[in-house]
């Protein structure tokens, strides 16, 4: 459903929230270790929820990775599916049809609409702060 690279940044705007609420920077490699990813891969990710600003990052011996309060509680999942994937989850076929529209729609178009709205949806209103706590208390984790 998404792209790998938009799956390493939601996993890791979670663990980074995580760490974030009891005040803590969390390194590269604390991130990759604990959301089972590529370092490499992982860099890449974390530069672009950087540029966002959906993460901040700080250099030296006390740096490291974070999100402000104020950020995870407001930042929502679409908005890093949307820094890392653009808005093609919303907007494509679930056949990969080019020009699958309502005048001309695929086999499956009226039923993946409707799962496309929810989805869209779940995103608008699930923070960062909301996946971080379920981690925290058990009810979800990061690496299986």
């Given at each position: 459903m998404f792209s790998k690279a938009c799956e390493y940044g939601i996993k890791a705007a979670v663990f980074i929230t995580q760490q974030s609420i009891v005040n803590k920077r969390v390194s590269l490699g604390d991130i990759s270790d604990n959301i089972?990813?590529?370092?490499?891969?992982t860099a890449?990710?974390?530069?672009?929820?950087?540029?966002?600003?959906?993460?901040?990052?700080?250099?030296?011996?006390?740096?490291?990775?974070?999100?402000?309060?104020?950020?995870?509680?407001?930042?929502?999942l679409k908005d890093?599916?949307?820094?890392?994937?653009?808005?093609?989850i919303y907007n494509g076929c679930a056949l990969g049809f080019k020009k699958c529209n309502k005048n001309r729609p695929c086999p499956m178009h009226y039923q993946f609409k409707s799962i496309r709205d929810d989805l869209k949806s779940v995103l608008s209103?699930?923070?960062?702060?909301?996946?971080?706590t379920?981690?925290?208390?058990?009810?979800?984790?990061l690496k299986l």
């Amino acid at each position: 459903m998404f792209s790998k690279a938009c799956e390493y940044g939601i996993k890791a705007a979670v663990f980074i929230t995580q760490q974030s609420i009891v005040n803590k920077r969390v390194s590269l490699g604390d991130i990759s270790d604990n959301i089972d990813s590529p370092k490499a891969f992982t860099a890449k990710v974390l530069q672009i929820l950087t540029r966002e600003n959906i993460i901040q990052s700080l250099r030296g011996a006390h740096g490291g990775f974070y999100i402000s309060e104020t950020k995870y509680n407001n930042v929502k999942l679409k908005d890093i599916v949307y820094a890392i994937d653009g808005d093609k989850i919303y907007n494509g076929c679930a056949l990969g049809f080019k020009k699958c529209n309502k005048n001309r729609p695929c086999p499956m178009h009226y039923q993946f609409k409707s799962i496309r709205d929810d989805l869209k949806s779940v995103l608008s209103t699930t923070s960062l702060h909301d996946l971080a706590t379920d981690v925290e208390v058990g009810i979800s984790y990061l690496k299986l």
